[in-house]
C-alpha cells in the first residue's frame, strides 16, 4: 500500500506556511514468505518553518499486536528538525527514506510464496524441461490399455498414500531423467485436466527419489493441494492427453527358429552363430540371437537349431545377455558381463531390478522381461530346452528396424530385406534354402559388433559356425516317402514349421486345430475354440499369442469376443509339448457390421481389403427397406460432417484438415493445440494458432531459420525469464 502527501500544510498555520507546503509518502510492504510487515516514509520535500507553527510534528505509528501496542518515533519527532528529514540519511542509505518492521505475523508456511519462488527457478531452466517433456511417450488412453504396456509401471507408493485413489501410472525407464505420469479415474479413463488430480511431466524419474520429491511431488503440494496456482505449476510439468498413443507391436521366436516378424510374416531359418535380429536404423537399439543345435531325446546334436542365447543394448544402456543354463531348463542372466543370478534366484522375488537404462522384471523362474528406455520391451523365457522371445516395439520405430525380424512398416512383403544400402528384399513365397543364403545368412553379425558375453575360454568364434549347412524343408520332403508325406500332411496339415520339426527331430508337434477364418459382427457374441492334439501322446498347453481386443476373453482354450467397434486385430495362437515341439496358428479375422439390418457377406470383402489381409471388414445385404448407399454423398445429407466425409464400408466417418481433430460427437472439427499436445517442435515458446502455431524464444534468444529452435543472443547471454529475483531487505 502507498499512500502519498501531497502540498500538505499545518491545520493551524500563518500565512507565510501557505506557500511552503511538506510532500511525503508512506509504504506498507507485506513480507509473504515470514508474514512480516514493513513501513517506508519517503520524505520529498519539507518545507514548513518550525518557527511558525502551533504545535509540534511527531513523526513514527503505532502498532498494534493482541492486547499491547508498539509505537516508534524517529529520531527528530518533536524537534525542530523534523523538517529536514528530506535532506537526512535514513537507516536504508538513501537520502529522506527509512524503512521499520511494525508487525510479525503467525508462524506458518506460505505455500503461495513456495510456489511462485519454485516457479521461478524452474522457468530458469524451461527450455530443458520442455525438451525433455516432448521425448517422454504418449500416455495410454485408458487405464486397461496402460496394464497391458509394459512400458509403464504403476505407482503402487502413491496408490497407498492417497488411501487407494490416485491410480497412476509411469515410464518404467526415463528419458534422460525425466518420465511422464498418467492418471486415471475409477472407471479407468484418463485424467487430463489440470486441477492436480491428474498426471504431470516428472523432471526426475522416481528412481531419482530425493531429486524428485524436492522437484516434483512437494512442489504440486505446494501449487495445487496447498494453494490455487496449479496454472503455474503444469506450466512447467506439462500433462499428457494421449493424442497419437499408439501400443505396442509384438514379433516372436519360438521353436526350431521359427520367427515372426514385426509385421506377422512367418518364416523358419535355422543358421548356426550370432545374428541381428532386430537394429534401428538411428541406432539407438540391437538385439542379437544366438543359436546351437537341438538335440534329440538320447542328447544327440541334429541338424536343427535353437535360440540359445540373447543380446540387447539400447542407446547408453548396459548391455543385458541371456542363455539357457548348462542343462538347457534355466536362464543365466547378466548385466554387462556381470551375473545378476543372486538376484534373479532370491526367494519370493517379484521386485524389478534397475541398471543403467535398461530394467529387469522377473516374470517367474524361467522367464524374465527386460524393459529399455527407447520403448522396446523384450519377454524371453526357456522351455522344451530352447529359449523363446517376444519383443514388443513402439510404433515410433516404424521404418526404422532391419534385422531377422523385418522392416517394421506393417508391410510383411518386405520383411526379407538383405543389409545393405541398395538390397532388395527377396519374395515372401521364397524357398527355405534362397531364405537362408539370401537373407539370414547375411545379418550374421562380425566379432567387433557383437554385444555377448563370453565366459572364460569361449569367443565369439565359439559360435560362428558359417559352414553349418542344415536342412532345409525343400529337401526334407523330397527325401519323404509317400507314407511319411501323408503321415505329416495328416499330423501337420500344410503347416511348414510342423512338417520340418517332425522330419528333424522326430518329436511330432503339436497340433492346433482352429477355424483359419473368424467370421464376427460387431455386438454379438462369436465363439472360437482350439483344440489341440500331438502325434506322440505328449500334453499340449495353448497360450494367447496376441494382444486381447475390448470385448474378448481366453479361457480353456475358448476365445469369446464381442466386438464393440471395427478397429482392426490380430488373434494368434500358440501351443507347446514341452520337447521341443511348437506350433502357431493365426486366424483371418472378418468383420461385419450391418447394423442389425441385412445379411452379412463374409465371402465379399469391402473395397480396400484384400484377401492376404489378416483383418478384413466384409460387405452388408441389406434387408428390404434398406440399403448401402454413400452416406456422404449431398444428396443423401446424411453426414453432417463439418469438414471431410468419408463413406465406409459400415458406416459414414468425418474427417478433419491438418491441424484439426475430430469432436467427441464425431462431427465437428476442433483445433488442435501442438502446444499442449507437444507435437509442435517449439524449443522454447509455442503459441497455438487455428489449425497451426507459431515458435517463439525467452527474451535474450533468436528464432533460427527452422522458426522452431532458439539461439541465445551473445548480447543478452546472462538474461533469462525470472531470473531477477528481488531479495528480501532485512532490517530488524
Given at each position: 500500500?502507498?499512500?502519498?502527501?501531497?502540498?500538505?500544510?499545518?491545520?493551524?498555520?500563518?500565512?507565510?506556511?501557505?506557500?511552503?507546503?511538506?510532500?511525503?509518502?508512506?509504504?506498507?510492504?507485506?513480507?509473504?514468505?515470514?508474514?512480516?510487515?514493513?513501513?517506508?516514509?519517503?520524505?520529498?520535500?519539507?518545507?514548513?518553518?518550525?518557527?511558525?507553527?502551533?504545535?509540534?510534528?511527531?513523526?513514527?505509528?503505532?502498532?498494534?499486536?493482541?492486547?499491547?501496542?508498539?509505537?516508534?518515533?524517529?529520531?527528530?519527532?518533536?524537534?525542530?528538525?523534523a523538517f529536514t528529514l528530506d535532506t537526512r540519511y535514513g537507516n536504508t542509505g538513501d537520502r529522506g527514506r527509512y524503512m521499520f518492521r511494525v508487525a510479525s505475523g503467525r508462524n506458518e508456511v506460505n505455500y503461495?510464496?513456495?510456489?511462485?519462488?519454485?516457479?521461478?527457478?524452474?522457468?530458469?531452466?524451461?527450455?530443458?524441461?520442455?525438451?525433455?517433456?516432448?521425448?517422454?511417450?504418449?500416455?495410454?488412453?485408458?487405464?486397461?490399455?496402460?496394464?497391458m504396456d509394459g512400458r509403464w509401471r504403476f505407482d503402487w507408493k502413491q496408490f497407498y498414500e492417497t488411501r487407494f485413489?490416485?491410480?497412476?501410472?509411469?515410464?518404467?525407464?526415463?528419458?534422460?531423467?525425466?518420465?511422464?505420469?498418467?492418471?486415471?479415474?475409477?472407471?479407468?479413463?484418463?485424467?487430463?485436466?489440470?486441477?492436480?488430480?491428474?498426471?504431470?511431466?516428472?523432471?526426475?524419474?522416481?528412481?531419482?527419489?530425493?531429486?524428485?520429491?524436492?522437484?516434483?511431488?512437494?512442489?504440486?503440494?505446494?501449487?495445487?493441494?496447498?494453494?490455487?496456482?496449479?496454472?503455474?505449476?503444469?506450466?512447467?510439468?506439462?500433462?499428457?492427453?494421449?493424442?497419437?498413443?499408439?501400443?505396442?507391436?509384438?514379433?516372436?521366436?519360438?521353436?526350431?527358429?521359427?520367427?515372426?516378424?514385426?509385421?506377422?510374416?512367418?518364416?523358419?531359418?535355422?543358421?548356426?552363430?550370432?545374428?541381428?535380429?532386430?537394429?534401428?536404423?538411428?541406432?539407438?537399439?540391437?538385439?542379437?540371437?544366438?543359436?546351437?543345435?537341438?538335440?534329440?531325446?538320447s542328447g544327440k546334436e541334429m541338424d536343427a537349431t535353437i535360440f540359445s542365447a540373447f543380446a540387447a543394448?539400447?542407446?547408453?544402456?548396459?548391455?543385458?545377455?541371456?542363455?539357457?543354463?548348462?542343462?538347457?531348463?534355466?536362464?543365466?542372466?547378466?548385466?554387462?558381463?556381470?551375473?545378476?543370478?543372486?538376484?534373479?534366484?532370491?526367494?519370493?522375488?517379484?521386485?524389478?531390478?534397475?541398471?543403467?537404462?535398461?530394467?529387469?522384471?522377473?516374470?517367474?523362474?524361467?522367464?524374465?522381461?527386460?524393459?529399455?528406455?527407447?520403448?522396446?520391451?523384450?519377454?524371453?523365457?526357456?522351455?522344451?530346452?530352447?529359449?523363446?522371445?517376444?519383443?514388443?516395439?513402439?510404433?515410433?520405430?516404424?521404418?526404422?528396424?532391419?534385422?531377422?525380424?523385418?522392416?517394421?512398416?506393417?508391410?510383411?512383403?518386405?520383411?526379407?530385406?538383405?543389409?545393405?544400402e541398395n538390397a532388395v528384399a527377396l519374395s515372401n513365397s521364397s524357398s527355405e534354402k534362397t531364405i537362408f543364403y539370401g537373407f539370414g545368412e547375411l545379418w550374421r553379425i562380425d566379432q567387433v559388433d557383437s554385444l555377448f558375453f563370453y565366459v572364460k575360454g569361449e569367443s565369439y568364434l565359439t559360435y560362428a559356425h558359417p559352414e553349418f549347412k542344415p536342412l532345409f524343408l525343400e529337401d526334407v520332403t523330397a527325401n519323404m516317402t509317400d507314407k511319411e508325406k501323408a503321415n505329416a500332411k495328416k499330423i501337420c496339415g500344410?503347416?511348414?514349421?510342423?512338417?520340418?520339426?517332425?522330419?528333424?527331430?522326430?518329436?511330432?508337434?503339436?497340433?492346433?486345430t482352429v477355424h483359419s477364418v473368424f467370421n464376427v459382427t460387431v455386438g454379438q457374441e462369436n465363439v472360437l475354440t482350439v483344440t489341440t492334439s500331438d502325434p506322440d501322446g505328449d500334453d499340449v498347453t495353448v497360450s494367447l499369442n496376441s494382444t486381447r481386443p475390448e470385448g474378448a476373453t481366453w479361457e480353456h482354450n475358448t476365445y469369446t469376443w464381442t466386438p464393440v467397434d471395427m478397429e482392426p486385430v490380430n488373434i494368434s495362437f500358440k501351443a507347446s509339448d514341452g520337447k521341443n515341439g511348437v506350433a502357431a496358428a493365426d486366424v483371418i479375422v472378418n468383420l461385419c457390421n450391418c447394423s442389425g439390418h441385412g445379411e452379412c457377406l463374409f465371402d465379399l470383402l469391402a473395397d480396400g481389403y484384400e484377401l492376404k489381409q489378416t483383418f478384413r471388414i466384409v460387405q452388408c445385404n441389406c434387408s428390404i427397406g434398406w440399403e448401402a448407399i454413400n452416406e456422404c454423398d449431398p444428396a443423401n445429407r446424411r453426414d453432417d460432417c463439418e469438414q471431410i466425409c468419408v463413406d465406409t464400408p459400415d458406416k459414414w466417418t468425418c474427417e478433419c484438415p491438418d491441424g484439426y481433430k475430430l469432436h467427441d460427437n464425431g462431427k465437428n472439427c476442433t483445433d488442435i493445440d501442438e502446444c499442449v499436445e507437444k507435437t509442435s517442435g517449439c524449443e522454447q515458446e509455442c503459441s497455438n494458432t487455428n489449425g497451426s502455431f507459431v515458435c517463439s524464444c525467452f527474451t535474450g534468444y533468436d528464432l533460427k531459420a527452422d522458426n522452431k529452435t532458439c539461439t541465445m543472443r551473445m548480447s543478452s547471454k546472462y538474461i533469462r525469464v525470472l531470473e531477477r529475483r528481488s531479495e528480501s531487505m532485512k532490517y530488524d
Open positions: 500500500m502507498v499512500v502519498t502527501w501531497t502540498g500538505m500544510i499545518p491545520r493551524l498555520y500563518y500565512n507565510t506556511l501557505y506557500e511552503r507546503p511538506n510532500t511525503f509518502q508512506l509504504v506498507v510492504a507485506y513480507d509473504p514468505s515470514r508474514y512480516q510487515t514493513f513501513t517506508q516514509y519517503v520524505y520529498v520535500d519539507m518545507s514548513w518553518d518550525h518557527e511558525y507553527l502551533v504545535r509540534r510534528s511527531m513523526i513514527g505509528h503505532l502498532s498494534y499486536k493482541q492486547e499491547q501496542h508498539e509505537s516508534l518515533q524517529l529520531a527528530p519527532s518533536m524537534k525542530s528538525t503461495d510464496q513456495k510456489c511462485f519462488n519454485w516457479f521461478a527457478n524452474e522457468m530458469r531452466r524451461i527450455s530443458l524441461v520442455r525438451y525433455y517433456w516432448r521425448w517422454t511417450m504418449v500416455c495410454p488412453c485408458d487405464e486397461r490399455l496402460a496394464l485413489e490416485r491410480r497412476c501410472y509411469y515410464e518404467r525407464m526415463p528419458w534422460g531423467m525425466s518420465t511422464q505420469e498418467c492418471c486415471y479415474t475409477e472407471f479407468g479413463s484418463l485424467i487430463s485436466t489440470e486441477d492436480g488430480r491428474g498426471g504431470q511431466t516428472f523432471f526426475y524419474h522416481p528412481r531419482f527419489e530425493r531429486l524428485h520429491e524436492k522437484y516434483d511431488v512437494q512442489p504440486k503440494q505446494w501449487c495445487c493441494e496447498f494453494s490455487d496456482n496449479c496454472d503455474f505449476f503444469y506450466f512447467v510439468r506439462p500433462m499428457d492427453h494421449c493424442s497419437g498413443y499408439m501400443p505396442l507391436t509384438i514379433g516372436w521366436f519360438y521353436g526350431d527358429p521359427h520367427i515372426r516378424t514385426l509385421d506377422g510374416f512367418q518364416y523358419t531359418f535355422n543358421g548356426l552363430g550370432e545374428y541381428t535380429l532386430i537394429e534401428t536404423t538411428h541406432g539407438n537399439f540391437t538385439l542379437q540371437g544366438r543359436t546351437a543345435k537341438a538335440l534329440d531325446d543394448r539400447d542407446i547408453n544402456s548396459d548391455t543385458f545377455h541371456v542363455n539357457m543354463n548348462a542343462t538347457r531348463n534355466g536362464l543365466d542372466i547378466f548385466i554387462d558381463g556381470e551375473s545378476v543370478m543372486a538376484w534373479f534366484n532370491a526367494a519370493n522375488n517379484t521386485a524389478e531390478h534397475e541398471y543403467t537404462n535398461v530394467i529387469l522384471a522377473k516374470k517367474s523362474a524361467t522367464e524374465i522381461e527386460v524393459t529399455f528406455t527407447s520403448g522396446f520391451s523384450l519377454t524371453i523365457g526357456v522351455s522344451a530346452e530352447q529359449l523363446d522371445i517376444t519383443v514388443g516395439a513402439s510404433d515410433k520405430f516404424k521404418n526404422h528396424t532391419k534385422g531377422l525380424m523385418g522392416v517394421f512398416n506393417g508391410d510383411p512383403m518386405d520383411d526379407l530385406l538383405p543389409p545393405g500344410d503347416n511348414k514349421e510342423c512338417i520340418f520339426d517332425l522330419a528333424i527331430t522326430a518329436n511330432g508337434s503339436p497340433n492346433i
